[in-house]
């Protein structure tokens, strides 16, 4: 099992910043992949970006140039760097991972509970 707590959240004016941290916690082989998905009320859930053990990164293009993903691998820790937040990215954003509980098993995914991000204008 893995566990994911998120911090960071909060609420800030158009152009702000704020950092949105994971923690993952449990008993696992490995962390493959993390990263944050965002979901607004009314909208589908959607990837903002992940990173996996080796450093490569994605993001989604409505953060690109602005948002910045990290991870600590050993301390398995993520970390999201938001800069000139936009309304449009508020959302409840979600700590995401995969997986292995053994070395033999398959992957899975784990979420966090979420931690809310409001940018008003």
């Known amino acids: 099992q893995v566990q994911l707590v998120e911090s960071g959240g909060g609420s800030v004016q158009t152009g702000g910043s704020l950092q949105v941290s994971c923690v993952a916690s449990?008993?696992?082989?490995?962390?493959?992949?993390m990263g944050w998905y965002r979901q607004a009320p009314g909208k589908e859930r959607e990837r903002v970006a992940d990173?996996?053990?080796?450093?490569?990164?994605n993001y989604a293009d409505s953060v690109k140039g602005r948002f910045k993903i990290s991870r600590d691998v050993i301390k398995n820790t993520v970390h999201l760097q938001m800069d000139n937040l936009e309304p449009e990215d508020t959302a409840a954003y979600y700590c995401n991972a995969v997986a292995h509980m053994t070395y033999y098993s398959e992957q899975a995914t784990y979420w966090g509970r979420g931690t809310q991000v409001t940018v008003s204008s």
């Open positions: 449990g008993n696992f082989f490995s962390v493959n992949i």
């Open positions: 990173i996996n053990s080796g450093g490569l990164a």
